[in-house]
């Protein structure tokens, strides 16, 4: 079953269950998906629909620091409820010291051993190896500790 098809199952199946949250989160991802798909006139695949989905996750996970300094914590609740269901349909996160592990190996494979000057590079080797795997900013903040 592709993602598209479980996202619509488990919209139907939030509509039938009255679960208001999951059905509008999983129906605001549709519609994001549906708008890339109509203005780039393109059918998406897996790995495209894990694009829209990690997009989706960042912008709630951005949103999330300007509602704590508003003080608002219903929606910061709401948010982070969303981002628990639309973490259900991207792959397991990688956690830090596997990150780490990765970053370690593309330093040596590159012969890097220190300098800020070199941080770009090392970004550039080690994101398409974690990509829709793990989050960049903890990507930067390892490779920063490593620097």
């Known amino acids: 079953m592709s993602l598209k098809d479980r996202l619509q199952s488990d919209f139907k199946e939030a509509m039938k269950a009255r679960d208001e949250i999951r059905k509008n989160t999983v129906n605001l991802a549709r519609a994001a998906i549906k708008?890339?798909?109509?203005?780039?006139?393109?059918?998406?695949d897996d790995q495209g629909v894990l694009a829209i989905l990690t997009k989706q996750v960042k912008m709630r996970k951005d949103a999330l620091s300007d509602f704590e300094k508003a003080g608002r914590t219903d929606l910061l609740e709401a948010y982070n409820k969303e981002i628990e269901i639309l973490m259900e349909y991207l792959p397991k996160?990688?956690?830090?010291?596997?990150?780490?592990?990765?970053?370690?190996?593309?330093?040596?494979?590159?012969?890097?051993?220190g300098g800020k000057q070199n941080m770009g590079k090392l970004i550039g080797a080690v994101m398409p190896k974690v990509k829709g795997l793990a989050d960049g900013a903890v990507v930067k903040k390892l490779i920063e500790g490593i620097l």
Not at 96 to 112: N, S
């Open 35 to 44: 708008q890339y798909e109509v203005d780039n006139r393109a059918e998406l």
């Open 93 to 113: 996160q990688l956690s830090e010291e596997e990150i780490l592990e990765i970053v370690k190996a593309t330093a040596a494979e590159l012969g890097i051993e």
